[in-house]
């Protein structure tokens, strides 16, 4: 992978030797996986330039397609390896740029040793006084290094550690099946064969049977990660490894179910089918699994849902539809623009092979609506073509959880219906109880009428479905901020932070949270920091925020200022924009803004009810009045 296998590299404490592949604190091995060693000789033979994330994906997997979260997954774990902190740090994060090994690296010849006093018999010694100052330093680092691993501990145990569960439901986790076409662009079809698998056992015996969410085991995608430590990250007892081939007709799938707590292999089979019965395959593994794991638990009733399963009639009536389903799912995992555009793409497809394919119908609506909500287009345009996709897929398939679960944000976030939306949400969720994103949605829902306690407890269904997610881990951070628990709001964004330092969901959280505990000098440093980094739409607002709060009112409004040149053309920035206005003493105009907002649908408004960030119009008579046409009064 590197030009320069045979270098020695050192840097701080550490030796790392490229050609052996190894690298060492002191005396001591440093474990890491392949692809993070890659990754850190690519960072150091290119110390303290940028290296993009794009050069990065290529040199580190330069013969795969595979998605960012990969690379993202592969520093987090080098930070942890190095033990960086605040004050020894290695690897910067440049957002939107790429990352930047930023510690002195110097090469080392490879006869190279280390300077030494030679003793009376030749061999080299080190003096005493020399040793003992050596080691007074590596305990200091040993500790700072046991110190900094309780810190993160501690937050582990309090939100990502899974929780105890009932002991009459046992939890399942499907690993994401390897991809062994030789084509990377064939991802998307192991990537989806995954996701339908989860989604066939979720729907076995929810009572007893959990199903750990996509987004949780796609962490575990090309991951080196033991058996027994996937049970404890999930919190579950068994764990499906599976891989899959294919070719124009044909598709050979294998799987085996593996108990976590003795590694033994309960079930294996290989199945080799043509394409056209796919459907009915998935069906049959599904059912297999549910039997053994009922076999091993010896003694519990049987899961009855697992015979009725075999009877279900498969969705579309041609298997090229269903393939062009699965690259729409592909793509709108993404959650990108771009993402977004390739997944409508892919579903309208699937609907023009299948005009009665209700799944297709509620991709098509998930995508709509997201779109919408993410800024990618306006409200007016994006959400009346949203529920007309889901309300066709719901003609056509009324137990489809995707399509409730759309169309409550459709009568949320446009239509400011709140008895239809919590109405769509409990249907949502009594047709899929495993389905994590219909719990998170419904639980932002919840805290935005004000009802926390329900919240608290609708985020930590989510939680248990998908603990590794990091959407639902900062969702949980800002039902903490808007029910005014700003100190737990603060160490939950951290948290997410230290798993994902780019996680701009929970970055968005740290200054407000700053401003409530009246800690501005703190928000001014990291709000400087960011716009060293990036002056887009959202530092800007913030820094408005920052310099209006700490009584620098020119500096604030040139920033207002500069935020309305780069927003004019696009609606996308509007929060940014509200945010600006009504921390720079310029409530008029934030209150022009909501009105805009509402009258244009837009989902801005619906959580000013508890959002603080809101709380310098609450006295304005404007701004009640808004509230009592959004029926939150």
Known sequence: MSSLVNSLYEFGEFRLDAHKRTLRRGEDLVALTPKAFDTLLTLIERQGQTVTTDELMKAVWPDSFVEESNLTQAVYVLRKALGQTRDQGYIVTLPGQGYRFVADVKPVQRNATPAADTGDNGHAILSSPRRAQQLRRRLLVLLGIAVVLFLISAAYFKWFRPRPVSAARTMLAVLPFENFTGDPAQDYFSDGLTEEMISHLGDLDPRHLGVIARTSVMHYKHSQASIPQIGKDLGVQYVIEGSVRRDSERVRITAQLIQVNDQSHLWAREYDRELGHLLELQTEIAREVANEIEFSLSGRRPIKAAREAAARVPDPTSYEAYDLYLKGRYFWNKRTEGGFRQAADYFQQAIDQDPNYGRAYAGLADTFTLMSTWFVGSPDELMPK????????????????????????????????????????????????????????????????????????????????????????SDYGWILYDSRQFDNALKQARLVLELDPNFDHARALIVPSYFQLGRSDEAVDLINRWAERDEGPWTLAWKAAVYSRSGHAEEARRAVAKLEQISRPRADRTPALLLGYLNADEKDRAIEMLQRAYSEHSHVVVQIKVNPTYDPLRNDPRFKDLLRRLRLE
């Open 386 to 473: 949203a529920r007309t996709a889901a309300m066709r897929a719901l003609e056509l398939d009324e137990s489809l959880a995707e399509a409730h679960a759309s169309l409550a944000l459709i009568r949320e976030n446009y239509d400011y219906d709140w008895p239809g939306s919590e109405k769509e949400f409990r249907r949502a969720i009594q047709l899929d109880p495993q389905y994590a994103t219909a719990h998170q949605w419904y639980a932002e829902f919840l805290s935005w009428q004000g009802r926390f306690e329900e919240a608290f407890a609708e985020s930590e269904r989510a939680r248990q479905l998908d603990p590794l997610s990091l959407i639902i881990a």
